[in-house]
């Protein structure tokens, strides 16, 4: 491991969390914000369900860890809330079983620490149109509908009010664009780099919105080794130099 130690953030979820540093996605974003503030780490599985999330809970999050995330960001819900196949293989997991998977992974995460803090994503929509004409010959007929995941959405963000747990209502978000349906995805299903901006002022939202001690909003998190140096950039007057730990300006979007 490297030093010096900073707080990690876990994005834990399935092909939405796998592919965010993709296309401008979400976790690259985050990772670019926080950056010398703390370490985001990835978990994201493609083709995952809440069921092979719980397989590997204990090794994702060990209890023996030596040092638990301070932030674990969870998603699953678009592969469960998937129409089942007739043979019973596949992703689909009904309703109530997925409402108790994902209720066994914030207990677990829970359990890690007092000072961890959670936040779960929920099931975001889709542009069924737009899957159907992607759907590939190598796959069984593929059905994805949004009211499917309005259902699956809504479960989720019932559960996070039941648990105390912090949600982000992805369902609803992205449709609060007009042209949601042809910006927000590249396929369909997953996260366009616009559709991942809208994920990321979501989930700061909550994190400054957040009660927490210490807050984990990154502009409240000390910046690493931000110390003034004589080996900074030279100011204008010749004399002094300037301090650039916390330049943002390479943004294209200044977060809040």
């Not at 890690?112 to 994503?121: K, Q, V």
Request: with cysteine; glycine share 6%.
């Amino acid at each position: 491991m490297v030093g010096p130690r900073r707080p990690q953030f876990v994005l834990f979820g399935s092909s939405i969390v796998q592919l965010s540093y993709s296309n401008g996605g979400w976790g690259a974003i985050l990772a670019d914000i926080y950056a010398r503030k703390a370490d985001i780490l990835l978990r994201g599985y493609y083709g995952w369900n809440s069921r092979r999330a719980l397989q590997v809970l204990d090794q994702v999050f060990p209890k023996n860890a030596a040092m638990q995330p301070s932030l674990v960001i969870v998603y699953f819900g678009g592969n469960d809330s998937m129409g089942p196949h007739s043979s019973g293989l596949g992703p689909h997991v009904p309703l109530p079983e997925y409402i108790d998977n994902m209720r066994k992974i914030a207990t677990h995460l829970k359990s890690l620490s007092d000072e961890m803090r959670i936040i779960f994503l929920s099931c975001p929509p889709v542009n069924e149109v737009k899957v159907k004409e992607g759907t590939s010959e190598i796959f069984s007929e593929l059905v994805r509908t949004n009211e499917a995941c309005r259902i699956y959405s809504e479960a989720c963000i019932d559960l996070c009010k039941e648990l105390g747990v912090k949600v982000v209502d992805l369902w609803t978000s992205l449709q609060k664009r007009d042209d949601w349906l042809t910006a927000c995805f590249t396929d369909g299903v997953h996260l366009s780099s616009e559709g991942s901006k809208i994920v990321v002022e979501e989930i700061l939202n909550v994190l400054k919105e957040a009660e927490w001690q210490p807050s984990l909003h990154w502009k409240s998190m000390p910046t690493e080794f931000d110390e003034d140096s004589p080996y900074d950039l030279v100011a204008f007057d010749g004399k002094t130099t300037l301090n650039p730990s916390e330049w943002t300006f390479h943004r294209e979007i200044q977060w809040d």
